[in-house]
């Protein structure tokens, strides 16, 4: 029998037994509940208000105090930052550094904004123009004119200019974008988890002693992640086809071609962030010997993963096309998670998406020849825990 035949035999062992556990089938429905429930209150859950960072130019400046007061008056959080001049503030907004640029003098502020600008923050505003417009008409007229005045005050607002059209549906790619977020997480660390128990359970009661002496270790290795990265390919697949039907019927989503392109995206993502991380948690597994030791091995790993979820929900949410969310979503350990999301937002080039494909697909390459070096040295010793140091030290 040849490689690819035995690693595809491992492969199909480790499917049928998966796939006809109650466990499967538990876990399968139970996401599906769970994402259902989401999907039902998608406009609450996303519809909480952020953190607006104003930037002030000018004569603006000078409205940052009753800026902040006025908006935490009204429940909103405003973080306003000095900027040195209008064509400045207005890269930091393109950039995604700044939600909001205002200048001119406080009488007739000039908004520059993305997309659109929040409604929150269009009536605090306004309401500041309006009263410094108020106090001057004060300050002019010996014989007031009361009817004149309120009419001078209500004509006066703000100028908003937007950078880009805005887009009606982007609330919802959000919210596709996080769920796809969240679903990629727990499944890459599910999938990835269950790798490395699987390693140890066949290294505590020695199975893999009698599997050895018919196969290489790298064929045993590459077989459990194909199977098992097969096995949560499907459950992922029934889990986002299952959302995105209740969406599409329930009329919460109105962009099914996105919708659908974000879950096939999600799919390929799954695929190589499953590669990425499998290989280095079946390795860790291979490390230990015993189940009550896997979760300390392999703890740095699911930070790994915990920091690309934190970063994804934070940086995409608020900073889709920053320069710190384009760099991040490029790195192969983050980008499985971030990518997705911002593929699900359109920010996304093409150019960058074949790079942080290319870029994980080789730290796969790297992963699998050095995961199947520490596989090798690890899967037959037994006792206490074997350092990493000692897995891939060279044998003279």
Do not use: C
Not at 76 to 90: M, Q, R
Not at 251 to 272: E, F, K, Q
């Amino acid at each position: 029998m040849g490689p690819a035949s035995t690693v595809w035999l491992i492969a199909r062992r480790e499917i049928d037994a998966r796939l006809r556990t109650r466990s499967f089938v538990v876990s399968t429905v139970a996401a599906i509940v769970a994402l259902v429930g989401l999907v039902l209150m998608q406009s609450t859950l996303f519809s909480s208000v952020e953190r607006s960072r104003v930037g002030l130019a000018g004569q603006a400046a000078a409205i940052a105090t009753p800026l902040v007061a006025q908006a935490g008056a009204r429940g909103i959080d405003v973080d306003t930052t000095t900027v040195p001049d209008v064509p400045t503030g207005e890269a930091m907004v393109d950039a995604g550094e700044l939600d909001v640029l205002v200048s001119g003098a406080p009488a007739a502020l000039r908004v520059v904004v993305r997309e659109a600008l929040d409604n929150d923050i269009r009536q605090v505003l306004t309401s500041l123009v309006r009263e410094q417009v108020l106090r001057a008409e004060l300050a002019a007229v010996e014989d007031l004119d009361p009817d004149r005045v309120l009419t001078t005050v209500a004509d006066a607002t703000i100028d908003v200019h937007t950078m880009t059209t805005p887009d009606p549906a982007r609330d919802q790619r959000m919210a596709v974008a996080l769920i796809v977020i969240a679903l990629l997480y727990m499944a890459l660390l599910f999938y990835g988890t269950m790798v490395a128990q699987g390693v140890v359970e066949e290294k505590a009661s020695r199975v893999v002693e009698v599997l050895l002496a018919t196969v290489r270790p790298w064929q045993l290795l590459m077989g459990k992640v194909i199977g098992l990265g097969l096995v949560g390919l499907a459950q992922f697949a029934a889990i986002g086809g299952a959302g995105l039907l209740l969406a599409l019927t329930t009329g919460v989503l109105a962009i099914p071609s996105a919708a659908i392109g974000t879950l096939v995206w999600g799919l390929v993502w799954y695929l190589l962030g499953f590669l990425f991380y499998a290989t280095v948690f079946a390795a860790a597994g291979s490390l230990v010997s015993r189940q009550e030791e896997t979760s300390a091995v392999l703890l740095p790993i699911t930070m790994v993963l915990v920091v690309a979820f934190v970063l994804g929900f934070g940086l995409l949410s608020r900073s889709p096309s920053g320069t710190a969310t384009t760099v991040l979503s490029l790195v192969p350990p983050l980008s499985p998670v971030m990518m997705p999301g911002r593929i699900a937002l359109g920010v996304a080039p093409l150019w960058q998406i074949g790079l942080a494909m290319t870029m994980t697909l080789a730290a796969v390459a790297g992963l699998a020849w050095l995961g199947a070096r520490v596989y090798t040295r690890a899967a037959l010793s037994t006792g206490p825990r074997m350092r990493l140091r000692d897995a891939v030290r060279v044998q003279r």
